[in-house]
């Protein structure tokens, strides 16, 4: 069993950075991949980046491709979240988690594990 800890979030201006983390517990993160997804109010919870156990392999959903970037340190069962030109529409609850597989997928049934997620909130 692998417990995940969001942290990171905050209030920013629109064009501002902020860096999500995401620390395993218990089970490390060993040979599973991590991704991140959010759901922003009146939603559905969408895929936002993934990456492979072996770090090589990282996917982006088009509405964050070029201003966020997922990263793992293995040897710290943390992995994080990049967030850079930040804009209103980014404002959402992000969720970390993590699936019994090391290739990452868009679709979050395919994640086994997850944070209890972390407000951030883009003001223009």
């Known amino acids: 069993q692998v417990q995940l800890g969001n942290s990171g979030g905050g209030l920013v201006q629109a064009g501002g950075s902020l860096r999500l983390s995401c620390a395993a517990s218990?089970?490390?993160?060993?040979?599973?991949?991590l991704g991140w997804f959010r759901q922003a109010p009146g939603r559905e919870r969408e895929f936002v980046a993934g990456?492979?156990?072996?770090?090589?392999?990282?996917s982006y959903a088009d509405s964050v491709k070029g201003r966020f970037t997922i990263s793992r340190d293995n040897a710290k069962n943390t992995g994080y979240l990049q967030m850079n030109s930040l804009k209103p529409e980014d404002t959402a609850i992000y969720y970390c988690?993590?699936?019994?597989?090391?290739?990452?997928?868009?679709?979050?049934?395919?994640?086994?594990?997850w944070g209890q997620g972390t407000q951030v909130t883009v003001s223009s």
């Open positions: 988690a993590t699936r019994t597989s090391p290739v990452p997928r868009f679709g979050d049934s395919a994640y086994a594990y």
């Open positions: 218990g089970r490390t993160f060993s040979g599973y991949a």
């Open positions: 990456i492979s156990w072996s770090g090589v392999t990282t």
